[in-house]
């Protein structure tokens, strides 16, 4: 198994401060806009992206939740092993709101096709938009588009995106990883 770099830390935290920008650019204050990090990797960029637009772009009170996805998949009954859900907290109303879905890899269109379904038992959404790190654009199973996307990656079907965040992995980095 070989791995190549995509992106350094670096070049993450460029990445990142690009997408902030453009969701201010959006979203001007955040007072009608929600995020939603979708558990379980999306959680650590939803919450790079809060510190971010709170400490260097003075934004405040911006609304964060984590929607867990795991019993609407299509495939969870799929596997051998029982899976463990992680948890949801969405501790506001997402009525009328525009919703801001964040994960770090969009790849088949599944796991935001189980969050559109998933988001549905909190409410109506004014609008729901998606922000990845990492758009894998030859990959889709359903029509799924980022509104907001660090990069966009030419993965082919052996070929794996790993993303390690420093507070989960020890470092920041995007891999290309072969099998």
């Known amino acids: 198994m070989s791995q190549k770099v995509l992106l350094n830390a670096t ?3 460029i990445a990142l401060n690009r ?6 650019e959006k979203h001007d204050d955040f007072s009608k ?8 990797r999306g959680v650590f960029l939803a919450e790079r992206l809060k510190t971010l ?6 934004i405040k009170n911006i609304k964060l939740g984590y ?21 949801t907290r969405i501790d506001f109303i997402v009525e009328d709101k525009n919703v801001v879905f964040i ?5 088949t269109g599944r796991s935001i096709r189980s969050a559109l379904t998933a988001m549905q038992s909190f409410g109506r959404p004014l609008e729901i938009e ?6 894998r654009r030859f990959s889709r199973h359903l029509p799924i588009q980022p509104d907001y996307r660090g990069r966009q990656v030419d993965a082919i079907n052996g070929e794996k995106v790993k993303v390690c965040w420093k ?11 072969k099998n």
């Open 33 to 40: 806009t929600v995020l939603i990090g979708i558990q379980p």
């Open 53 to 58: 637009l709170e400490n260097e772009y003075k």
């Open 11 to 13: 070049e993450i935290n």
């Open 167 to 177: 507070e989960n992995d020890g470092e920041d980095a995007v891999y290309l990883v």
């Open 103 to 107: 994960d770090d890899v969009l790849f």
């Open 67 to 87: 929607l867990d996805i795991t019993f609407y998949r299509d495939d969870f009954r799929r596997s051998e092993k029982p899976l463990e859900a992680n948890k």
């Open 19 to 24: 997408l902030a920008c453009q969701l201010i």
């Open 130 to 135: 998606l922000l990845t790190l990492i758009d």
